[in-house]
T-cell receptor, first 117, second 111 residues
């Protein structure tokens, strides 16, 4: 299995531009998560989907951020307009359906390193 | 306020030494996971603990979940340079798929 695939791996853009990050989860996984990691705040959950439906978007910082999952094999995280404080590493992760009390493993992609100038 | 506090934030030791890192909270978790993250990569799961007082061993790594399920520790025996990385604890509450992560302990093991 190829694992979780994210693109691009690096993105440098100017303030005010639109940024789109892409994720392909592991085939067969029911859950998809978007995280942001910074030195100051650590790894923060932005939003997660179950069977392509957004379940919890309480971590999305503001209306400039939006996420979609049009099908089971693709998701996007969009920032419009981008600001310097959005600079971070953005991770996508997927996990299978747990079906029980035990927490399932989340499989992380390699991340997209975003720099907004 | 960070829900999961990890300590120490940074740790630099020599090869062969033992170490313990901690993950503490005032909240109860239904399960707790430990991940390791290497530079330029995403976190990778090491272990999941679900029962208060549970101890799990993974080669030279020993993980313990507190009796009250509010805290956890990771002990590494005879650390090796390959153990270098960011160790993250993550808690789940009430059967939710949502994980809350600590900020991590950055471990450096010098040869």
């Amino acid at each position: 299995d190829a694992g979780v695939i994210q693109s691009p791996r690096h993105e440098v853009t100017e303030m005010g531009q639109e940024v789109t990050l892409r994720c392909k989860p592991i085939s067969g996984h029911d859950y998809l998560f978007w995280y942001r990691q910074t030195m100051m705040r650590g790894l923060e959950l932005l939003i997660y989907f179950n069977n392509n439906v957004p379940i919890d978007d309480s971590g999305m910082p503001e209306d400039r951020f939006s996420a979609k999952m049009p099908n089971a094999s693709f998701s996007t995280l969009k920032i419009q307009p981008s600001e310097p404080r959005d600079s971070a590493v953005y991770f996508c992760a997927s996990s299978p359906h747990s079906g029980g009390a035990r927490q399932e493993t989340q499989y992380f992609g390699p991340g997209t390193r975003l720099l907004v100038l | 306020t960070q829900l999961l506090e990890q300590s120490p934030q940074f740790l630099s030791i020599q090869e062969g030494e033992n170490l313990t890192v901690y993950c503490n909270s005032s909240s109860v978790f239904s399960s707790l996971q430990w991940y390791r993250q290497e530079p330029g990569e995403g976190p990778v799961l090491l272990v999941t603990v679900v029962t208060g007082g549970e101890v799990k061993k993974l080669k030279r790594l020993t993980f313990q979940f507190g009796d009250a399920r509010k805290d956890s520790s990771l002990h590494i025996t005879a650390a090796q340079p390959g153990d270098t990385g960011l160790y993250l604890c993550a808690g789940a509450r009430g059967g939710s798929e949502k994980l809350v992560f600590g900020k991590g302990t950055k471990l450096t093991v010098n040869p």
